[in-house]
């Protein structure tokens, strides 16, 4: 599903991941923990295709991500796999729906057909009630549940999530882990960065990134292991 193999990343002079590799099976729930500054976020962003600028290999979906070209890239961050971020990354001048809909903007276009699509992502994280209002009129709460609409619309094989409940209250984000949790029962493989125990409690495996080197496995997956 996803593969990392000995990535090195450098800002400048200073290593900010150091001979990192790491494999991500279908249908885990995997959590990436470490401090601030350990690496965790450059990480999901070269398994996201948002950072290629490193060495070592990065295969995700049976993609050498170094080897696709801009175009290929922004397809595959497209339609291939979903990004939730801790600041929602919303768009105030746009519906809940159209924010939902945002990746058909950057495909073929907004359609009848993004509009349904964008509706059963809504109802799939349970808030279709919410398609009509504006980014400024929900909670917390309601804005992640709408960005993980939005990362559901491509029907994606693997999600990746940054701080998902970094800025959720202990009981709106006790809401999102469950929600995580039932996608990844439904299939979904997800790779969530945090530093909050009560994610990482809820996946299956969890790793440890420190100083830029992986560290863990902190627990492993009931009958494996990394």
Not at 6 to 18: H, I, M, W, Y
Not at 100 to 105: G, K, R, T, W
């Amino acid at each position: 599903m996803a593969r990392l193999e000995g990535v090195e990343k450098r800002f400048g002079v200073q290593p900010v991941l150091r001979g990192v590799s790491l494999c991500v099976e279908p249908g885990e729930l995997v959590a990436l923990v470490g401090r601030s500054g350990s690496g965790k976020s450059t990480l999901l962003h070269i398994l996201g295709g948002l950072d290629r600028r490193f060495s070592g290999r990065a295969e995700v979906l049976g993609h050498d991500l170094q080897a696709l070209d801009d175009a290929r890239l922004s397809r595959f961050r497209n339609t291939e796999v979903g990004f939730v971020f801790q600041s929602f990354n919303l768009l105030d001048h746009l519906s809940v729906t159209e924010n939902v809909a945002l990746p058909a903007y950057f495909g073929d276009g907004p359609s009848a057909e993004s509009r349904r699509r964008a509706h059963d992502a809504l109802g799939r994280v349970g808030v279709m009630e919410l398609a009509n209002k504006r980014p400024a009129e929900l909670s917390g709460g309601q804005k992640q549940r709408v960005a993980i609409a939005r990362a559901l619309y491509a029907s994606p094989k693997l999600l990746l999530a940054d701080e998902p409940t970094g800025n959720l209250d202990s009981e709106t984000g006790a809401e999102i882990i469950r929600l995580f949790k039932e996608l990844n029962a439904a299939g979904l493989t997800m790779l969530l960065v945090t530093h909050e125990e009560r994610v990482s409690q809820a996946a299956s495996r969890v790793l440890k990134l420190d100083d830029g080197r992986l560290t863990g496995p902190l627990r492993a997956a009931q009958g494996g292991s990394q």
